[in-house]
């Protein structure tokens, strides 16, 4: 009951100050026509545009009376990048030793070819709002328990090297411990196409599901896919892997021109950076204003570094099939059928072994006997198929090549051979081997699989075999 008046006292606050400040859209609009525009070249890390941008949000920074939080000042250099870190402190004398981190990244990938890349979406959009962000938490410290990081990341295109080198210091300070979630803003500048704001991570905070859910109320918002996403590598990375912190990157989605020339400022939709600059600054003040927030235990799966324990998937695809006749030495084609089904998988580092179940047809052809080298007959069959396999694996929940061998058992539902009287054993196994290949939640893979015992009953000794073409979903 506590939390809950907490969360729709800071909710009311916030919609006050939200309605009060209608000059923070165009705000938004003049930082992110600056940080996107053809004069700073595309941003690239390292570059004297990138320094400029870094000077623009340097200056809004220093505007609005943020303080740096490292004692040598705002600007935290490594190598040849240099981020901006600034901290609003916290009003309560034990909690303002604890953070909530916010961090996105200005740099961008400077030019295609001949042609600008200005990176309005990635990351103009995210930099804008954190300035916003930081504007509306500075205003209502007061708020505040916790004490709040800005961060601005350097050479996040490079490989994520801004937010590693910050959590790398932090973690020397021995200051890493007491950051109690980590927040990245990338992509937020395409909401309306999009259609809704994807939040990856909230399983990694207690109620982090309610907290975000609760401070969306009162604002043009949909939100929504909370854990799961193909393409989640943002700064998030280096807190969660090396340091076990709760992270949460909020992004509008892939539908941007994402690193292409057309990724312009005139893109962006305004009024859902707007909403989303608001919506953070609240969920910001929640996790700095509760005792009671703290992690879930939990790390978000694109950041563990390693395959889910238990998987399941469905997939379906396409089959070819031909029958070999050992004692002859000939083996005939086939034509397509198709294949449909579930599998569920256990992964223990390296190894996989999955056990699968899928309705499949198949078709090949049989030489006549009346007529072997001019005419042949078309057999059929529709069966269930079970193969269980033992698979070798890199250990990766993003990116995955797999290789597996196993054995296989078909029940076949129906058996015709054109024109002929057919009796099939109902039971077919064998072997089989496969191959393939995992990007976030799609795989692709190709199965052999060969008949071991007889196709008839009373007949020629024969076998078959299908390959089958998959492409499927992990869920």
Known sequence: MKKTLLSIVCVMAFAVAWAQDTDRKTRLENHLYYLASDSLHGRKAGSEDAAKARAYILEQWKEMGLEPFFNDGFEDPFDSFCNLVAVIPGCDPILSNEYILLGAHYDHIGYKGDEICNG???????????IEVARMLKEN??????????????????????????????????????????????????????????????????DGRKILEDNAQGLNLKIGKFETAIFTATDTRSFAQSYRVPTLHVYTGLKSPYHKPADDADLIDYDGLDDIACFISRVTTDMAS??????????ATIHTGENKPFEVALSGGFTTSSMSFPKAGLTSGGSLGWTAGLTAQYNHKFMGYRLGAFYETGKAYFPDQSNLFSSKLTY????????????????????????????????????????????????????????????????????????????????????????????????
């Not at 328990?145 to 490989?159: Q, Y």
């Not at 021995?174 to 109690?180: A, D, H, L, M």
């Open 120 to 130: 309005a979406d990635d990351n103009a959009s995210g930099s804008s709002a954190l």
């Open 141 to 206: 410290r007061d708020n505040l328990k916790r004490s709040v990081i800005i961060a601005a990341f350097d050479a996040e295109e490079l490989g994520l090297f801004g937010s590693a080198h910050l959590a790398s210091r932090m973690s020397a300070d021995s200051i890493i411990q007491n950051v109690k979630c980590m927040m990245s803003l990338d992509m937020v500048g395409w909401y309306a196409r999009n259609g809704k704001l994807e939040l990856l991570g909230a399983g990694t905070m207690k």
């Open 290 to 299: 509760d005792p009671e927030f703290g992690p879930s235990g939990k790390i």
């Open 380 to 475: 059929r069959q529709e069966a269930l198929e079970v193969p269980l396999t033992f698979m070798l694996q890199n250990s990766s929940p993003m990116f995955r090549l797999y290789f597996g061998v196993g054995a296989n058992a078909r029940y076949l539902f129906s058996s015709s051979l054109e024109n002929t009287d057919c009796s099939t054993n109902s039971l077919q196994w064998g072997i089989h081997f496969m191959f393939g290949m995992k990007l976030g939640h799609l795989f692709i893979e190709d199965y052999f699989l060969n008949q071991a015992n007889g196709m008839f009953k009373d007949g020629p000794d024969a076998n078959f075999s299908i390959t089958t073409c998959k492409i499927g979903w992990v869920f």
